[in-house]
């Protein structure tokens, strides 16, 4: 298990690039990294809200000329892939070959390596960027994560409006907690270089698997609620995501992956290995998340 609590140098703190830094996870690591003491700085599409006290870059990941200046004096990137194809990734990751920092990519555990093709676009992209990353060699720590628990936020509206959650369903998973997998992902960028990570792709799941009905049970429970999950044909759940002003292509490929994506059974020890301590549940998010939802 990588330790970050001791420092990697009594004269230097580690500087560690986020991207995605607006979004659920990248926020939990931003957190966490500060809370270690490192510099931390953020790559961000739009400065929203008051001014944050990390230093942030703002600009899309996409323009290698953003990435480059976000890079200078980069020891570490926690890097999210927001797009549904890797060709515009390519000059990308030729500015991360330049700077040379240690690597630590987000992606799915649906992945399967024996399969010339995966399951749905969203899955297929962090396939292709794994392949990208390696090929160049930069010898990425990648970090697979299951379904995150934050998802559920999605659902706040409905449940504005009364007890029954509709949308497609899909296969079940094992959930994780955010907080484990950014756990996870700072214990890796603030490892020292030399030390000794074990092979990669870690795969990082919740402790249980739980279909969408399981979870909305759980967060009913949570909130003191009887709700109830309504699965959608693709027609009406395809409708609803345009109506929310979801990108087309994003959902056509949510409703590929709510179709073909298989069931997995699958459950790790990978969070505790680089965190030491047992993944936490649905539950316990549910309950530390309820007044979101009240």
Do not use: K
Not at 134 to 139: A, C, E, I, N
Not at 147 to 158: E, F, I, M
Not at 188 to 193: E, G, I, R
């Amino acid at each position: 298990m990588p330790d970050i609590n001791r420092p990697t140098d009594t004269q230097h703190r580690a500087s560690i690039l986020v991207t995605g830094a607006a979004g659920n996870l990248g926020r939990e690591v931003v957190d966490r990294l500060q809370t270690h003491g490192a510099r931390v700085r953020r790559l961000v599409r739009h400065q929203t809200g008051p001014r944050s006290t990390v230093e942030s870059v703002v600009g899309d990941l996409t323009d290698p000329a953003v990435v480059r200046t976000a890079l200078l004096g980069i020891d570490a990137v926690f890097f999210i892939w927001p797009l549904l194809e890797s060709a515009p990734a390519h000059e990308v990751v030729a500015e991360l070959m330049a700077a040379a920092p240690r690597v630590v990519y987000v992606s799915s555990t649906a992945i399967d390596d024996e399969a010339a093709r995966q399951s749905d676009p969203i899955v297929q992209v962090h396939a292709d960027m794994e392949v990208l990353l390696r090929d160049v060699g930069l010898r990425p720590v990648v970090l697979r994560s299951d379904t995150l628990a934050s998802n559920a936020r999605g659902w706040a509206a409905q449940l504005r409006a009364g007890n029954v959650i509709a949308g497609s369903d899909i296969a079940r998973t094992a959930v994780v907690d955010e907080r484990d997998v950014a756990d996870a992902a700072v214990a890796v960028l603030l490892a020292p270089h030399h030390a000794q990570l074990g092979p990669s792709p870690y795969v990082l799941t919740g402790p249980e698997v739980l279909s969408r009905a399981d979870q909305v049970a759980q967060l009913g429970a949570a909130l003191r609620r009887r709700l109830s999950f309504q699965s959608l044909p693709a027609d009406l759940a395809r409708s609803r995501m345009l109506a929310d002003g979801r990108p087309e292509r994003l959902v056509e490929a949510l409703l590929a992956a709510s179709v073909c994506r298989p069931e997995s059974n699958r459950t790790t020890d990978h969070v505790e290995r680089l965190t030491g301590r047992p993944a936490g549940t649905f539950a316990r998010w549910a309950i530390d998340h309820a007044a979101e939802f009240s």
